[in-house]
């Protein structure tokens, strides 16, 4: 069995010391970099954008994940690859040319993402399912982190898990908002492949033992 691959959200780092939080993670058993881009519009945040990632890139040999939490996301696909995005998931409830985007991203090389919010029903996903290399599902309602858990993505998880397996689709189910050490281990037990983590990781006495914890469930 795979272990659970671990994505720290750098929404909850110092971002006035962000290339020591960088650092730390380079050395933890940290995975990929969650990327939290939001736009104020599709969510009443606003976040990093390129040039961070950009910069957080030449320090780091790991992954970007990027979740993209704008309006119009097929105007960033390129900027997203040329910024050194791995992932870059979008939102379904923004894209109705869904499979567009989606041949796009993986055109410039990026793997492919979908995220759903928590009341955005997975059925959305059926006749793209296949072609999708990941599936995020929040379990917070996005925006802003340190938000509580919303228990319905259980079950949730669990029919999507479902719907992977009988399909033949490869993707992954990550799941961000509300991850700790209660919540990660019920998260896997459902079927959940990545586990998108901020502040629990972040506000720890010691980030990489947590990182290290949350690695070893499952």
């Not at 780092?13 to 519009?41: C, I, T």
């Not at 928590?118 to 290399?133: A, F, G, K, R, W």
């Not at 079950?155 to 033949?168: C, D, H, T, V």
Request: aromatic share 6%.
């Amino acid at each position: 069995m795979q272990k659970v691959i671990i994505s720290p959200s750098l929404l909850s780092a110092d971002f006035a010391n962000l290339g020591k939080d960088v650092d730390m993670l380079n050395k933890s058993e940290a995975d990929w970099l969650h990327f939290d881009v939001m736009d104020g519009v599709f969510v009443p945040n606003i976040s990093f954008g390129f040039p961070i990632m950009k910069a957080v890139k030449k320090i780091s040999g790991k992954p970007i994940d990027a979740h993209f939490m704008i309006v119009h996301p097929e105007n960033y696909v390129g900027l997203a690859a040329e910024a050194g995005a791995a992932i870059m998931t979008i939102h379904q409830e923004v894209a109705p040319h869904l499979n567009r985007i989606v041949q796009d991203i993986h055109s410039k090389g990026m793997k492919a993402g979908v995220a759903l919010n928590p009341s955005t029903p997975i059925i959305t996903l059926e006749d793209i399912i296949c072609d999708l290399d990941l599936v995020l599902l929040m379990s917070v309602n996005p925006g802003f982190g340190g938000q509580k858990f919303i228990e319905n993505i259980i079950p949730k998880a669990i029919r999507l898990k479902q719907m992977i397996k009988e399909s033949g689709s490869k993707a992954l189910i990550e799941v961000d908002g509300g991850v700790n050490n209660i919540t990660a281990p019920r998260l896997v037990k459902a079927g959940v492949d990545v586990l998108v983590s901020g502040s629990y990781i972040f506000k720890a006495e010691n980030p990489e033992l947590v990182i290290k914890e949350l690695k070893s469930i499952g």
